[in-house]
Structures are given as C-alpha cells and as structure tokens.
C-alpha cells in the first residue's frame, strides 16, 4: 500500500480483555516498529522487528505484551488482560533499511490505534 | 527519565509571530529528526540534521543541530495557523541505534 494502515482505529475495551492491534507496513520496508503514546507525550519504543526476526522487545512494558511479525509482513500487538494504564495511542513505523540504525532512516508512521481501558 | 527534553510543551501565538521550540539532552546523537503530528494521524517526518552544527532550512521553519549534537532547536517565522500540531524531537543516541522521542510541543497559533 501507499502507507501505513493500522486496524483498529479506536478500540475500547474492558480491564482484563485481550485485544490485537494490526499494522500493515509499506510493501517490502524490512523494518518495523511499535510505538505506544501517552496522551500529550512522545511516543515511547516497545518493540522492533527486521523482517520477521523480533530484535528487540526491551520496550515493552510487562508479559502481557506481545507482538509478532510471523511472515516480515503484517504485524500484531497483542495485550492481554488489559490494564487502565494501556490506554494510549499504538504507533506503527516501517522503514525500507533493514539498518537498525532508526536515524538514518526514514520511518512512515501509521495513524496508530487509540486504546481506551473502562 | 526523559533522554529528550523540549521546551516550551506548550505555546499559544499569534498568527505572523515568530517562535523557538528546544529540544536539549545530556547524551550524544548521531542524528536528530523533528516531526509534526496532527491530531489522530501518526508523526510525519519534517526534516533529519546529522551533523553538529547543521542548520537547515524548509520554509519558513529552520533546524539547527546543536555542534556537540546534544540539542537542536526549531524556529519557525511568522507562524501560520496551518503551522498548528504536536512538534517532537527524536534522535538516535551514540550508544544505541533506537529512535527516542522527546515529550513533545504543542503549538497553537490563533488566527
């Protein structure tokens, strides 16, 4: 595709639900990104995938968090059992360099997934 | 701990008025990149700086990169209403490879 799409766009779920967040990257970028933004904050790093090697996931805040990139394709952040405190919006980035040098890339951000927590 | 720091977080103008945005750290980086983002969209890229002491212009909005490459700072002049979002900073640490965010700037530039 042109861009980055993520689905779903809004999502509101009851504490202790699981949800899956999808991000579909451009077509043949190698790197992919999550990140999660707190209202009124910048987007803090979870998790980075080349391909469909998962190279780091030290951003992800505890064991209920999950992503996977099982064909270096389509992307899924799982979250189970949420919590009040997911609540935030979930950024996809891909970039076509499979360099892990974010910097010296250019990352196309999705519109991200706004997840709400009643 | 935030490894990026902008200020203000937030500024309120008046349309034709000019305006700094700083984003500063403690730590080293080997590149800075300034993003805009409206509401309900993802950042969009306005402009990588990867050398210390670069300024670079687009527009009406210069970039600089700080010499020791710790801080940028953007300026925009004679701000627009269009020039209204959510501006962050994002770098590279030397001593790392993932792309940090600062807390952001909001700006609001009244007509």
């Known amino acids: 595709g042109a861009g980055v799409s993520q689905s779903p766009r809004y999502k509101v779920a009851k504490r202790g639900q699981d949800v899956a967040l999808r991000c579909d990257p451009i077509s043949g970028h190698v790197s992919l990104f999550w990140y999660q933004q707190a209202l009124g904050q910048g987007p803090e790093f979870l998790t980075y995938?080349?391909?469909?090697?998962?190279?780091?996931k030290s951003g992800l805040p505890s064991d209920r968090f999950f992503a996977e990139r099982p064909e270096g394709s389509v992307s899924t952040l799982k979250i189970q059992r949420t919590q009040q405190e997911d609540s935030a919006v979930y950024l996809c980035a891909s970039s076509e360099d499979g360099r892990q040098t974010a910097g010296a890339n250019v990352l196309t951000f999705g519109a991200g997934s706004r997840l709400t927590v009643l | 701990t935030q490894l990026l720091e902008q200020s203000p977080q937030f500024l309120s103008i008046q349309e034709g008025e000019n305006l700094t945005v700083y984003c500063n750290s403690s730590s080293v980086f080997s590149s800075l990149q300034w993003y805009r983002q409206e509401p309900g969209e993802g950042p969009v890229l306005l402009v990588t700086v990867v050398t210390g002491g670069e300024v670079k212009k687009l527009k009406r909005l210069t970039f600089q990169f700080g010499d020791a490459r710790k801080d940028s700072s953007l300026h925009i002049t004679a701000a627009q209403p269009g020039d209204t979002g959510l501006y962050l900073c994002a770098g590279v640490p030397d001593s790392s490879y993932k792309l940090i965010f600062g807390s952001g700037t909001r700006l609001l530039v009244r007509p």
């Open positions: 995938f080349q391909n469909e090697a998962q190279l780091d």
